[in-house]
């Protein structure tokens, strides 16, 4: 990854870069992150330890939309190496959701019935301090064509399997051509009915969106289903909801899912905001989930009787379908378990 300049850039330009450009120009150090930012280096709550483990990566569009002389900007604070990372805390380890047992191929996760999840690249466009996957060895689930071969083998001989789930890292950071050729294959596998799509990229960089990969989408017989992710209303911008509109214009149904945070998204009116702006950009609120006890991320964490009286109360002050069901995920589970409210 080549380091940003920064030199020409002004807060509010758009950046006309292409998204490949983008993605492999990102800031990864606190010092022109900083400036960006009209901020000094030591303003910055920045750890070179905790980057060490888990690297500061923040894309152009991204930081664009941070406040400038904010150190504690929401936005900021989910991707800025922080010292607590390094703390340890019971219970908070680097495999919270024992993904581990569910490896069955190289690249391939079989954990719920009728779906199988596809680790399609290890890379993101972003690092999110708070991510579950932070520690997870993408390096032994690369899917090469012997890979790739093994696992249509694995889906063409369980006809239970109606989904496949690209997921990541982030699959959108894999290129037009390599996707084209995946959705092909699968999409000639009979009982395969829906393909879905785990992606930040149509937030973080949303020059991603391409029209060639909304052809590719909009042809495959599958049904598609993208499932964004956005913390904070402040993540969209009209750049976002050029993308979507775009998703929706090729007949792919757009999500939302969210994670609680502390200190970024965890009272009622933060709430309320990211989900009114995530459908207003063209995204339906689909999951607000409680923090997977990833090591690394104890910061982020609240109790579930927190997010159950935060729940309860957008409940009272949002329509039905602008509330995201809130949930976890505790390994050896079948599915999703939903906190009652
Ligand atoms: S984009 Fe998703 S997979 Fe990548 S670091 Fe963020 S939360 Fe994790």
């Known amino acids: 990854m080549k380091a940003i300049n920064t030199a020409n850039i002004t807060h509010d330009q758009q950046p006309e870069s292409s998204w490949q450009h983008l993605l492999s120009h990102c800031f990864s150090d606190p010092v022109s992150l900083a400036k960006f930012l009209q901020l000094e280096a030591d303003q910055l709550n920045f750890s070179a330890a905790a980057s060490s483990q888990f690297s500061l990566k923040v894309p152009l569009p991204y930081a664009m939309r941070m406040q400038k002389g904010d150190s504690r900007d929401p936005l900021l604070l989910q991707v800025l190496p922080d010292p607590r990372e390094l703390e340890y805390f019971p219970g908070f380890v680097t495999d919270p959701l024992q993904e581990a047992d569910a490896n069955h191929l190289t690249g391939l996760i079989h954990k719920y019935q009728n779906r199988v999840l596809l680790m399609l690249s290890g890379a993101c466009a972003i ?113 976002v909801s050029a993308a979507l509109a775009k998703l929706q214009a090729a007949k792919v149904t757009v999500l939302n899912q969210a994670v609680l945070l502390k200190g970024i998204n965890d009272s009622v009116e933060s709430q309320k905001r990211l989900h009114t702006a995530s459908f207003a950009a063209g995204a339906l609120p689909y999951y607000l989930f409680v923090l997977d006890p990833v090591q690394g991320a104890a910061h982020f964490d609240i109790s579930d009787s927190q997010a159950q009286q935060l729940i309860r109360e957008l409940q009272r002050q949002l329509p039905g379908y602008l509330l995201p069901r809130l949930a976890r995920e505790i390994p050896g589970m079948p599915h999703k378990t939903l906190l009652a409210i």
Do not use: M
């Open 127 to 239: 690092n999110c301090r708070y991510c579950f996957r932070r520690h997870f060895p993408y390096d032994d689930n690369k899917i090469g064509s012997q890979q790739w071969q093994n696992i249509l083998q694995y889906i063409e001989n369980d006809n239970s399997i109606e989904e496949v789930i690209f997921s990541g890292g982030d699959p959108l950071a894999t290129s037009d051509q390599r996707l084209d050729k995946f959705i092909t294959q699968l999409g000639k596998i009979k009982h395969l009915q829906r393909l879905r799509i785990h992606s930040r990229l149509p937030v973080v960089i949303p020059q991603r969106i391409t029209d060639h990969l909304c052809q590719i989408l909009q042809t495959t017989r599958l049904q598609t289903v993208l499932v964004i992710h956005a913390n904070h209303a402040n993540e969209f911008d009209h750049q």
